[in-house]
């Protein structure tokens, strides 16, 4: 119980209760059978039916510039385990040499011509249905980083971490809000963490339609 205790101490345990009853929420139970059976299904009629998309997009991404179509970047998932996320190359093929990891930001010269019509319309994140068939992403979830960011936000942000009690997903309640790319990452832990505290099927489904809805106006997409 409580008591001895000061204020200060008995309102961080209440946090402490609710964020790890709520972080657990959509990785428990039925909650995370639905979860996986809806993910299959609807990743899978994705490469289904766009296999045509896919290949287009291989050829115009081959033709634009030198280096292979599909470029694989490792990630950190669910628990904190690594994976290897797939994306359409919108970049040169040596775009990071000199640089080193960074976000992308408006009129990112490392960018190729295609790789900014791919971006800003999100069709470079297609191949993540591979993802999520195969069981490393969710359709719906935090975001991905790369390793490297983790380990530097890991002890800067707070709660950074709870983030990984679920899975991935290729969009997320942060990015139909407008949080993508080189936006405040306070605000985007913000928004991952309601949604692991508010989750529910119906949720997801909702910020799946948003993402249809909002993709070809997304301002914050480089």
Do not use: C
Not at 151 to 172: D, N
């Amino acid at each position: 119980d409580g008591r001895g205790l000061d204020p200060q101490r008995l309102r961080e345990r209440a946090v402490e209760r609710h964020t790890i009853t709520a972080a657990e929420s959509p990785g428990q139970g039925w909650s995370a059978v639905s979860k996986r059976a809806f993910d299959i299904l609807f990743s899978f009629l994705g490469l289904l039916l766009l296999s045509p998309v896919f290949l287009a997009l291989w050829i115009l991404v081959k033709l634009d510039s030198p280096g292979s179509a599909l470029y694989a970047q490792e990630r950190v998932g669910l628990s904190g385990r690594r994976f290897r996320m797939y994306k359409f190359r919108t970049m040169r093929a040596d775009a990071e040499t000199e640089t080193g990891a960074g976000w992308t930001k408006p009129g990112d010269p490392r960018r190729t011509r295609l790789g900014a019509i791919l971006r800003r319309l999100s069709l470079d994140e297609l191949p993540q249905l591979w993802n999520v068939f195969a069981g490393h992403m969710s359709l719906v979830g935090p975001r991905p980083e790369r390793p490297v960011f983790v380990q530097r936000f890991r002890s800067s942000i707070p709660r950074y971490m709870l983030r990984h009690h679920v899975k991935a997903g290729i969009t997320g309640w942060a990015q139909v809000n407008g949080l993508r790319g080189d936006t405040p990452l306070d605000r985007r832990i913000e928004y991952d963490l309601y949604y692991i505290q508010h989750w529910s099927m119906a949720f997801d489904i909702k910020i799946l339609f948003l993402t249809l809805l909002r993709v070809f106006r997304d301002q914050s997409a480089h």
